[in-house]
Every structure is written in structure tokens, then in C-alpha cells.
């Protein structure tokens, strides 16, 4: 079992900045590949940035922007956020499992466990 803690959401101008982080607690097996999704209301959830070992993956709307990390002494992952624009506006929700094909590492459905979401509002 593990719990995942996210943070670092906020508000900010377009063109900021957020640094966004999500603590893993309990089984650290279980987080060996994680990943980044935000989700508006009503909408689906997407994916956002994935990572799994050292392999990282990107959705094309974020790239260039946006860096994942992971700290595996902290168990800690991380979603470095530049030049946020208005869209990026959404809840974000980190995601964890023991194995994510890397085909898979955009879907919501591949991923047992999750946070609770932090709220990033970006504008104009």
C-alpha cells in the first residue's frame, strides 16, 4: 500500500512558475514508476509527465515546460512547471505503481494509487 501526497499548487501569472511535489509513504516498490495527470471538471483526466527508472515521457503540450523527477532517497517526485500558461489551469494528481508499460504511462488505468490532487490556476 501507499499514500501519495502532493503539493505546491497555487496560483500564478502566466509565464511563472511552480515547482509541484508528491510525497510517496509505505511501500516504495509500489512506486516504481509515477506519474503527473491534471484533470478540469467534467473532463477526463490526462496525462501530464510520467516517469519509470530513469525513462521519462512527456505529453506534447508540455514539453519544453515541464520536468519530472523523482527523489528516491526522499520519496519524493517532483513536476518542475515553467512558462505555466492559462490551460495548464487544473487539478493535478500524482500516481504510482510497481510497473507501467511505457505505452501505458499516459493512462489514468494504468496506475493503482493517487493523491489527492493539488490545484494549479494559472492566468492570463
Known amino acids: 500500500q501507499v499514500q501519495l501526497v502532493e503539493s505546491g499548487g497555487g496560483s500564478v501569472q502566466a509565464g511563472g512558475s511552480l515547482r509541484l511535489s508528491c510525497v510517496a509513504f509505505?511501500?516504495?516498490?509500489?512506486?516504481?514508476?509515477m506519474g503527473w495527470f491534471r484533470q478540469l471538471p467534467e473532463k477526463e483526466r490526462e496525462g501530464v509527465a510520467a516517469?519509470?527508472?530513469?525513462?521519462?515521457r512527456y505529453a506534447d503540450s508540455v514539453k519544453g515546460r515541464f520536468t519530472i523527477s523523482k527523489d528516491n532517497a526522499k520519496n519524493t517526485l517532483y513536476l518542475q512547471m515553467n512558462t505555466l500558461k492559462p490551460e495548464d489551469t487544473a487539478m493535478y494528481y500524482c500516481?504510482?505503481?510497481?510497473?507501467?508499460?511505457?505505452?501505458?504511462?499516459?493512462?489514468?488505468?494504468?496506475?493503482?494509487?493517487w493523491g489527492q490532487g493539488t490545484q494549479v490556476t494559472v492566468s492570463s
Open positions: 500516481a504510482s505503481d510497481s510497473w507501467v508499460p511505457r505505452a501505458d504511462s499516459g493512462s489514468p488505468r494504468a496506475y493503482g494509487y
Open positions: 509505505g511501500d516504495a516498490y509500489s512506486t516504481y514508476c
Open positions: 516517469i519509470c527508472d530513469r525513462d521519462t
